[in-house]
């Protein structure tokens, strides 16, 4: 079952361009993370928001956590070839589970 | 800290072999997770331990694959007899839960093992 839709799935947008990317549930879940995974590697925690209607900012890139705590954001400003990766969601404590449940991921290709 | 490692990197084997992928979490770590991703499926968790203790399996695919964690520094995911559709990248995540700190289960994952069945 799939609990986390991300979109849009892939986007290839130019350097310096503003970009959003969405993860959506009709679920609540307790915290909500964004991961970035590089060819060849394992994804890598960016950042965990775990109230509703939190904003944390990372540099160029902002995450949102919904009011409602079943959707979350993530805004990059001036995106730079070194943003190009697949990008995961991945949402804690749904029904008191401890392991994480994760959309699809989106892939971002910024072009120089 | 090394983070966490798995072994090995690539494996290329034949339909009907076994399978044997290690995993060595973060020490200090109590949680263990394995994961498989295709292009198809995306990120999915095969199965996962607490302080050794296999919590959740409902991920794994059928009796081919097996998982064990013996003690606190060393997982293995194996696969008996192994198949084409195993083709995929292996994943072993590690984190820290409960004790006296806040944890939201934020997991640090290895390199992953890409596992080729022809």
């Known amino acids: 079952t799939q609990l986390l839709e991300q979109s849009p799935q892939f986007l290839s947008i130019q350097e310096g361009e503003n970009l959003t990317v969405y993860c959506n549930s009709s679920?609540?879940?307790?915290?909500l993370q964004w991961y970035r995974q590089e060819p060849g590697e394992g994804p890598v925690l960016l950042v965990t928001?775990?109230?509703?209607?939190e904003v944390k900012k990372l540099k160029r890139l902002t995450f949102q956590f919904g009011d409602a705590r079943k959707d979350s954001s993530l805004h990059i400003t001036a995106a730079q070839p070194g943003d190009t990766g697949l990008y995961l969601c991945?949402?804690?404590?749904?029904?008191?589970?401890?392991?994480?449940?994760f959309g699809q991921g989106t892939r971002l290709t910024i072009n120089p | 800290d090394a983070g966490v490692i798995q072994s090995p990197r690539h494996e290329v084997t034949e339909m009907g072999q076994e399978v044997t992928l290690r995993c060595k979490p973060i020490?200090?770590?109590?949680?263990l997770f394995w994961y498989r991703q295709t292009m198809m499926r995306g990120l999915e968790l095969l199965i996962y331990?607490?302080?050794?203790?296999?919590?959740?399996d409902s991920g794994m695919p059928e009796d081919r694959f097996s998982a064990k964690m013996p003690n606190a520094s060393f997982s293995t995911l194996k696969i008996q007899p192994s198949e084409p559709r195993d083709s995929a990248v292996y994943f072993c995540?590690?984190?820290?839960?409960?004790?006296?700190?806040?944890?939201?289960?934020?997991?640090?994952f290895g390199p992953g093992t890409r596992l080729t069945v022809l």
């Open positions: 991945a949402g804690g404590g749904y029904q008191g589970a401890q392991k994480l449940v």
């Open positions: 679920s609540v879940f307790s915290s």
């Open positions: 928001v775990v109230t509703g209607g």
């Open positions: 020490s200090g770590h109590n949680s």
């Open positions: 331990f607490n302080n050794n203790v296999p919590i959740d």
């Open positions: 995540a590690s984190c820290s839960t409960g004790g006296y700190f806040v944890s939201y289960n934020e997991q640090f």
